[in-house]
């Protein structure tokens, strides 16, 4: 039975689009003609999409669009012809080559490709030194990841051995001291490059809690969050665990003050202290620095009796002090040759300390009791407004010496704000890392593992090798590696290192070091400590990096360049 109003004839969706088409062109015409007359007709804002239910046959197509096949036979342009008349996949070209450029951190597999062009920089342009040398400065600060590259294999790094393992793990509890020579012929083949490689990997961390990452501390909430943590809410749990880290604690500053420890960290979630052996960094007794250091933190220290000091701040101003007497000598000078002898003796006057507190000029004007005078922590505040602002901040660097380590060591046991209240990293104690064993501590070793990849030199590809290093990398532990490859790789390969920047402030220059200090001395007096004998002698010279830190590491015919 027929339905009035129903026509059996609809069209499917490709014919209807193709009519839509034949209409769009149909306007067109008359729309460009006399565009006053009608209504225009409404044009698509967009590309219309491909049907995804329609095959490809039947998509439609913009006008001008070949087929794949025709565009894969059509021969490229002549050399003047325009750009438009060039394929498509010509025109992607320079934009694919331009695509890696985009990525800020490159991913694991990709980052090799983008970083060797930078690892060119210190051996084209090194800034620091301008000459090669055969040793590079100490750093201080905690690496994360280190990627050396070389153009000779890293297969002698990878699967070692049961017995290999075994045995650079004895070699690390008894510091036997490895010497390698020179050039490694067969470095694969070498049971005692590959033992010591495990040697040089060792570290020793407190707390040890294997479903959390405990370094880097500061930062690692997002890391943390989500994970279990039993001790967040039981105020008894956190009690042992605070009361078993004090006894580490304890332990590492015996083994340092008995020069059996040479340095160690304390991170916590805020800031990250470092101690350090008498003898080290031209100084003859125990050092600590904190980094960084807010007002509260520092106005704590002096109420327990701690004396620090501020060395970035001391040189800033002594700095400023300098320029400000000189220029002063020049004024004076200036004056005495024009005949101006106001200035007498070349001295400024000294402001008043009490300019803010004195308000005997509102009396004179009679309106002392219509103007609210500031409090005295407001007065307090004002005179510290430089002082906060310097805090979280690498300039906040405190500096503690001598027997006041000791007096820190109690601070640190008992301050409340060690520990978070809030947060994922609620009631986890800070986390100490050491190069050496000590009471409670867990032994770690780094990750390794070998990369093979293709760099573009000179329009043509290279084979790449690269061994990666993760986790807190201390000074020792890169300075070991460094030997070893100095002897593997035939004195050629270069690194790119990645710092934990809260610490790369520790490389500053202590005040009053004794850079002519006697190393013979300090060998003596740290033969145990756990050291190679030539690690020790870079980590007793006085820090020259400032508050910056090794960037690029390049070593060519067994000369050091780099660049911080």
């Known amino acids: 039975s027929a339905v009035p109003g129903y026509s059996p004839g609809f069209k499917k969706p490709p014919a209807l689009l193709r009519l839509k088409r034949k209409r769009l062109r149909r306007s067109e015409p008359a729309a460009t003609a006399d565009p006053s007359c009608g209504a225009a007709p409404r044009a698509p804002s967009a590309p219309a999409r491909r049907n995804p239910f329609s095959s490809l046959d039947n998509a439609p197509r913009a006008a001008g669009a070949h087929q794949p096949r025709e565009r894969a036979r059509r021969p490229p342009p002549p050399a003047g012809g325009s750009p438009s008349a060039a394929p498509f996949w010509q025109l992607l070209e320079p934009v694919c080559e331009d695509k890696p450029a985009r990525s800020a951190e490159p991913s694991e597999r990709t980052d090799l490709l983008a970083l060797t062009d930078d690892l060119r920089l210190p051996v084209a342009v090194p800034e620091v030194p301008s000459s090669p040398r055969h040793e590079f400065p100490a750093d201080w600060s905690i690496k994360t990841r280190l990627l050396f590259m070389s153009s000779q294999p890293f297969t002698w790094a990878e699967h070692l051995k049961a017995q290999e393992e075994a045995q650079g793990f004895a070699q690390h509890c008894r510091a036997t001291e490895t010497n390698l020579p020179q050039s490694v012929q067969e470095p694969k083949l070498s049971t005692e490059l590959r033992c010591a490689f495990q040697q040089s990997l060792v570290y020793w961390l407190h707390p040890s809690l294997p479903w959390l990452q405990l370094f880097p501390r500061i930062g690692a909430d997002r890391k943390i969050a989500g994970k279990a943590s039993p001790w967040s809410q039981d105020e008894a749990l956190q009690q042992v665990l605070m009361s078993d880290w004090s006894v580490s604690f304890t332990s590492l500053y015996n083994l340092l003050k008995a020069k059996l420890c040479p340095y160690f960290y304390v991170c916590t979630y805020q800031f990250t202290v470092l101690f350090r052996a008498a003898g080290l960094v031209g100084s003859d007794v125990i050092t600590a620095v904190i ?48 005949g101006n002898n106001s200035v007498e003796g070349g001295e400024e006057p000294a402001p008043s300390d009490d300019d803010d507190e004195s308000f ?28 906060v602002q310097m805090d979280h901040k690498p300039e906040s660097l405190a500096l503690v010496k001598g027997t006041n380590t000791f007096t820190l060591l109690n601070f640190l046991i008992n301050c409340k704000s060690l520990v978070a209240v809030a947060g994922p990293q609620a009631g986890l104690p800070p986390t100490l890392l050491s190069p050496v064993a000590f009471r409670g501590g867990t032994m770690h070793t780094l990750k390794a593992r070998s ?93 020259t990096l400032g508050k910056s830190s090794i960037r690029f590491l390049e070593m060519k015919d067994y000369a050091y360049t780099w660049k911080s």
């Open 291 to 338: 980094s960084p250091t807010t007002r509260g933190l520092r106005e704590a220290m002096r109420n327990e009796g701690i004396d620090f000091s501020l060395p970035l701040v001391e040189e800033s101003r002594n700095r400023n002090q300098k320029n400000s007497e000189v220029n002063l000598e020049t004024q004076v000078a200036n004056s005495l040759e024009v």
């Open 360 to 387: 005997s000029w509102l009396e004179e004007m009679g309106v002392q009791d219509k103007v609210k005078k500031p409090d005295a922590i407001s007065i307090k505040l004002r005179k510290e407004k430089h002082e």
């Open 451 to 543: 990369i093979n990849a293709k760099a573009r030199v000179h329009l043509a590809y290279e084979d790449v090798f690269s061994l990666e290093i993760v986790g807190p990398v201390m000074p020792h532990s890169l300075h070991s590696l460094t030997m070893l490859l100095r002897s593997a790789q035939r004195g050629a390969f270069s690194a790119v290192l990645y710092t934990h920047e809260p610490t790369a402030v520790f490389n500053t220059k202590l005040d009053n070091a004794s850079p002519a200090l006697n190393t013979e001395a300090i060998c003596k007096d740290l033969p145990t400590c756990g050291l190679h004998p030539k690690t020790l002698d870079q980590l007793s010279q006085c820090p």
